[in-house]
């Protein structure tokens, strides 16, 4: 089954020529990694990390996963954890709703749970702010991604990691509350959907 519509509506705009050599070099490792993968049949795990697990971990978990959908690479299970939990912040949730994902909230405590579907036949990403080491994620053989520097500088081990790789991501919390919030929330969303589109189409299946 494909992607729903608007996804695909969306993924139609990506210009992968908008990202810059040095950041082709930053994106390179993950590359590699999941091609190792691919080749020995393996499955691929991937552990997006942020301090908080609130924001850039979830937007790159969800849009890795919809991209290893896209371009039909097997047996991809993305997650995202934090040096701390929190929430993930509502913001992101309505981001990837106005994208075209169908999400709802299937618990609304101080962190609340979400379904995010990106098609109609597929298992939806469960979203909620945990601990990378949380019994949700998986504990070996998983490549550790960092999407933030202080995560990056605050872990120095991950324990079960088979890999470790570092791709920030500029936060938009910092205009949380202003009137430019959405706006920087779709910013980093496509530009997140845009390199994770780059990476999963550089594997050679």
């Given at each position: 089954?494909?992607?729903?519509?608007?996804?695909?509506?969306?993924?139609?705009?990506?210009?992968?020529?908008?990202?810059?050599?040095?950041?082709?070099?930053?994106?390179?490792?993950?590359?590699?990694?999941?091609?190792?993968?691919?080749?020995?049949?393996?499955?691929?795990?991937?552990?997006?990390?942020?301090?908080?697990?609130?924001?850039?971990?979830?937007?790159?978990?969800?849009?890795?996963?919809?991209?290893?959908?896209?371009?039909?690479?097997?047996?991809?299970?993305?997650?995202?954890?934090?040096?701390?939990?929190?929430?993930?912040?509502?913001?992101?949730?309505?981001?990837?709703?106005?994208?075209?994902?169908?999400?709802?909230?299937?618990?609304?405590?101080?962190?609340?749970?979400?379904?995010?579907k990106y098609a109609e036949n597929e298992y939806p990403i469960i979203?909620?702010?945990?601990?990378?080491?949380?019994?949700?994620?998986?504990?070996?053989?998983?490549?550790?991604?960092?999407?933030?520097?202080?995560?990056?500088?605050?872990c120095p081990f991950i324990a079960g990691t088979k890999k470790r790789?570092?791709?920030?991501?500029?936060?938009?919390?910092?205009?949380?509350?202003?009137?430019?919030?959405?706006?920087?929330?779709?910013?980093?969303?496509?530009?997140?959907?845009?390199?994770?589109?780059?990476?999963?189409?550089?594997?050679?299946?």
């Amino acid at each position: 089954m494909p992607l729903y519509t608007n996804i695909q509506h969306f993924i139609s705009l990506i210009d992968i020529t908008s990202i810059s050599e040095e950041r082709k070099q930053i994106l390179q490792p993950l590359i590699d990694y999941i091609q190792e993968k691919v080749n020995l049949k393996k499955e691929i795990r991937l552990n997006f990390i942020c301090t908080h697990n609130s924001r850039r971990s979830h937007l790159a978990q969800v849009w890795a996963q919809t991209m290893a959908y896209y371009f039909k690479i097997e047996n991809v299970f993305c997650y995202s954890g934090g040096t701390q939990e929190t929430a993930l912040f509502f913001m992101v949730a309505e981001t990837l709703k106005n994208t075209g994902f169908k999400v709802k909230t299937l618990s609304k405590e101080n962190n609340p749970i979400y379904s995010i579907k990106y098609a109609e036949n597929e298992y939806p990403i469960i979203g909620f702010s945990k601990k990378l080491d949380d019994d949700f994620n998986p504990k070996s053989e998983f490549c550790a991604i960092m999407t933030c520097d202080q995560a990056d500088e605050g872990c120095p081990f991950i324990a079960g990691t088979k890999k470790r790789v570092s791709i920030t991501f500029k936060d938009p919390k910092v205009f949380d509350n202003t009137p430019q919030q959405t706006q920087k929330y779709e910013e980093r969303s496509f530009q997140i959907a845009t390199e994770m589109f780059y990476i999963f189409s550089k594997i050679e299946l």
